[in-house]
């Protein structure tokens, strides 16, 4: 890792998203789970969610009004976004073209393989790291091991009707009783992610980490049995083949992402400002 640090050895933070996501990431943080690490300041597009963020906070950060304010503020080398595919594609370059790291929640943004080389080059050219969490999937490890021999990957993601409320590619069934396994979408991960913004950023990790967005076939099922969200991959090349099954548990506070994403993430990030041991990739 190319980040640097305060002199006391920590890692200076900007939160970009201060919803469900930032919050935990934030607070986790603040309560010494994530260590050797400081919130210096956020921001959100809704203000008043960044003020109260903020003050619950210890050191209390700056709440930001602009993303420019935020990566004016001193001290800080790592942003983490926690809002949307759509603030990768409007601030990305500018994180990165500003020297500051990028840790991604928001992985869905990945499937546009033009941003995703353009800000792999920004990255490069400013000495900076983008790092994307393995979020509510497992497997990543193995998968990147034998991206070179893969010659087949499918991810089939299973949730509950409510929990795709919202999502552009469940329009049709908003109002539509769903009572047996429906099939909301097959086909390339880069098609699915547009689709279902909120829930299916594990298809563009998935993606990034094997065959692509376009190779990548993904499946979309909303089941009205389904034990939580449930993720099924599997992989086949000239090393053999895999499969992996996830069954996780909704966030608490929002059932489009799993509680699993969320820790992920702060895994993510300690193992960032850790200087101990790293387990895995």
Not at 139 to 158: F, K, M, N, Q, Y
Not at 171 to 195: F, K, N, Q, S
Not at 251 to 268: C, D, F, M
Request: hydrophobic share 40%.
């Amino acid at each position: 890792m190319t980040e640097s640090r305060q002199k006391d050895g920590s890692v200076g933070i900007g939160l970009l998203g201060c919803g469900t996501m930032g919050g935990e990431v934030a607070l986790a943080v603040s309560n010494g789970a994530v260590q050797n690490a400081r919130v210096f300041a956020v921001f959100d597009e809704d203000g008043d969610q960044a003020n109260r963020l903020a003050k619950t906070l210890d050191p209390t950060p700056i709440a930001c009004t602009t993303v420019d304010e935020l990566l004016d503020v001193q001290g800080l080398s790592l942003v983490v976004e926690c809002a949307a595919p759509a603030a990768v594609a409007a601030h990305g370059a500018s994180v990165l073209s500003a020297g500051r790291s990028l840790l991604m929640l928001s992985s869905g943004a990945l499937a546009d393989t033009d941003l995703y080389e353009r800000l792999n080059g920004i990255a490069s050219e400013n000495g900076c790291d983008i790092v994307v969490p393995s979020g509510a999937l497992g497997g990543i490890d193995a998968l990147r091991s034998v991206s070179d021999l893969l010659e087949e990957v499918t991810l089939t993601s299973t949730k509950p009707p409510h929990a795709f409320s919202g999502a552009p590619g469940f329009a049709r069934w908003e109002d539509v009783e769903i009572t047996e396994p429906t099939i909301l979408y097959e086909g390339p991960a880069v098609g699915a992610v547009p689709l279902f913004p909120a829930n299916v950023n594990v298809a563009a990790t998935l993606s990034v980490a094997g065959l692509g967005p376009q190779k990548t076939i993904v499946k979309v099922v909303a089941d009205p049995a389904s034990p939580g969200n449930v993720h099924e991959i599997y992989a086949r090349g000239q090393f053999g083949e895999f499969t992996f099954k996830l069954v996780n548990e909704p966030h608490v506070r929002n059932p489009k992402t799993s509680h699993l994403a969320v820790l992920s993430a702060i895994e993510t990030l300690r193992a960032y400002c850790d200087r101990g041991p790293r387990i895995g990739t």
